[in-house]
T-cell receptor
Framework: GQNIDQPTEMTATEGAIVQINCTYQ??????LFWYQQHAGEAPTFLSY????GLEEKGRFSSFLSRSKGYSYLLLKELQMKDSASYLC??????????FGKGTSLLVTP | IAGITQAPTSQILAAGRRMTLRCTQD?????MYWYRQDLGLGLRLIHY???????GKGEVPDGYSVSRANTDDFPLTLASAVPSQTSVYFC?????????????FGPGTRLTVL
């Protein structure tokens, strides 16, 4: 089966940097996605990695190591509006998107 | 351009009743998906459609059915609702199931079955 693990909750201070980890074991691999979901809203796409390395997009970066089954999302210069759930999702060999349970990030003043 | 719309926004339903959740996209995406999101369980795939006229079962298909008569619409039907189907339902679409295929989500339907 598919197994995607990420921490349940994290807290960080406004202006700081936070790293949200995701480990996965899936039947095949066709890419890893990060989504952001504010309370009561739909998930919105943040990043996509299919090759090893770091993808940077403004304040957000995502890293992938396929050999280790590991990814992280790095958020820099945290803002209060970054308080949300962050969902790690892996596309498997059947092209289905398998979601982790999400990491709830609280940014404090 | 609206993207993906879902209706209703929320619904309270008596157990045993039939209910159809509607989903429409205007991006001409080939693939569409239905997920349910429950506290502590994350997003789970119910059914999907890679192209109009085809559908497939996801992780939790029991008690649900879908149809894909055209590109834009992908309704989800609960034939006889049960309380365990209380959840938030998200519809999503993507250009196609392969490659860097980003899924875009609708605003969701909050369903309560009593």
């Amino acid at each position: 089966g598919q197994n995607i693990d990420q921490p349940t909750e994290m807290t960080a201070t406004e202006g700081a940097i936070v790293q949200i980890n995701c480990t996965y074991q899936t039947s095949g691999f066709n890419g890893l996605f990060w989504y952001q979901q504010h309370a009561g809203e739909a998930p919105t796409f943040l990043s996509y990695n299919v090759l090893d390395g770091l993808e940077e997009k403004g304040r957000f970066s995502s890293f992938l190591s396929r050999s280790k089954g590991y990814s992280y999302l790095l958020l820099k210069e945290l803002q209060m509006k970054d308080s949300a759930s962050y969902l790690c999702a892996v596309k498997d060999s059947g092209y289905a998107l398998n979601f982790g349970k999400g990491t709830s990030l609280l940014v404090t003043p | 351009i609206a993207g993906i719309t879902q209706a209703p926004t929320s619904q309270i339903l008596a157990a045993g009743r039939r209910m159809t959740l509607r989903c429409t996209q205007d991006m001409r995406h080939n693939a569409m998906y239905w997920y349910r999101q429950d506290l502590g369980l994350g997003l789970r795939l119910i059914h999907y459609s890679n192209t109009a006229g085809t559908t497939g079962k996801g992780e939790v298909p029991d008690g649900y059915s879908v149809s894909r008569a055209n590109t834009d619409d992908f309704p989800l039907t609960l034939a006889s609702a049960v309380p365990s189907q209380t959840s938030v339902y998200f519809c999503a679409s993507s250009e196609g199931p392969q490659g860097a295929d980003t899924q875009y989500f609708g605003p969701g339907t909050r369903l309560t079955v009593l």
